[in-house]
């Protein structure tokens, strides 16, 4: 039985880059995974982008927040996980299938 993942995703205004590292997430060769998406006060469409993706894939939990900067985002979706096993990502980051898989 595979361990479950938690991938915690700060995000602020970045709508351009959004669609593009979650797909890189939801494509993981590891696939126990939950992804935390923390919208720390965008002031774009992000935290809309966030709620559409969360209702899309049940593997992605949305959190929205007043903004507090990147630790701040970081954390709060580390203590919104359900397990000890945490990845941090960034909004603008793209990752390699097989990253999950190897890092584990």
Same mark, same amino acid.
């Given at each position: 039985?595979? !361990?479950?993942? =938690? ?13 593009? /590292?979650? !797909?890189?997430?939801? +494509?993981?060769?590891? =696939? ?10 965008? *002031?774009?469409?992000?935290?809309? +982008?966030? %709620?559409?993706?969360?209702? +899309?894939?049940?593997?992605? +939990?949305?959190? !929205? ?6 630790? =701040? ?7 919104? /996980?359900? *397990? %000890? ?6 909004? @603008? @980051?793209?990752?390699?299938? *097989?990253?999950? %898989?190897?890092?584990?």
């Amino acid at each position: 039985m595979e !361990h479950l993942v =938690s991938i915690v995703v700060p995000v602020y205004n970045a709508e351009r880059y959004l669609c593009t /590292s979650i !797909h890189a997430l939801q +494509k993981q060769d590891y =696939s126990n995974i939950e992804i935390i998406l923390v919208d720390d006060g965008a *002031t774009d469409s992000t935290g809309l +982008k966030c %709620e559409e993706w969360g209702q +899309k894939d049940t593997r992605i +939990k949305v959190i !929205h927040k007043e903004n507090g900067g990147l630790s =701040s985002a970081r954390n709060c979706g580390i203590k919104e /996980s359900v *397990t %000890e096993i945490i990845v941090p990502i960034d909004a @603008d @980051d793209l990752i390699e299938p *097989t990253f999950l %898989e190897v890092l584990w």
